[in-house]
């Protein structure tokens, strides 16, 4: 029995803006649009789609993980996850079925450890700032207000 080694998704997840990013193995990060994906929603590839899958389908390819799926044709692996996810998350569904699903999403990049995993980030919204926008996610309070409540 072997033991030791690396084990997939051990140690810190990868950083993009890490100091050392020097080393020939290490895949660059793609950068993917904080805008999303712009263009036609392609075709279904699978047999009967229902207002559900249609309505899941045409959100997904609006995400920015879809410049890359375009990119990559992976149109049959995004059918697959939609139809599976609409399916994981009815009442009684098998909890192999939920655990699939969750593989899938991190493989096509739709979860954060998947989009590490990828090497994708999403580009910062430039014009929000521009405009004054607040950006979207918890702030953090400085350094200088934590030590004033000491």
Do not use: C, H
């Not at 939920?98 to 593989?103: E, Q």
Request: overall charge positive.
């Amino acid at each position: 029995m072997a033991s030791g080694g690396a084990r997939v998704r051990s140690g810190p997840p990868a950083d993009p803006n890490a100091l050392r990013r020097d080393r020939k193995d290490d895949a660059e990060w793609v950068t993917l649009p904080a805008e999303g994906r712009k263009g036609r929603t392609p075709k279904w590839p699978l047999a009967e789609l229902s207002a559900e899958e249609k309505a899941l389908w045409a959100r997904l390819w609006r995400k920015p993980q879809a410049v890359q799926w375009e990119r990559l044709d992976l149109v049959l692996e995004v059918a697959a996850y939609v139809r599976a996810y609409l399916e994981s998350t009815s009442p009684g569904a098998a909890a192999g079925l939920k655990t699939a699903v969750l593989r899938q999403a991190a493989e096509l990049g739709l979860s954060t450890v998947g989009m590490g995993q990828l090497r994708w980030k999403i580009a910062v919204d430039e014009v929000a700032q521009r405009r004054g926008e607040k950006p979207s996610g918890p702030k953090r309070p400085s350094m200088k207000s934590r030590l004033e409540a000491v």
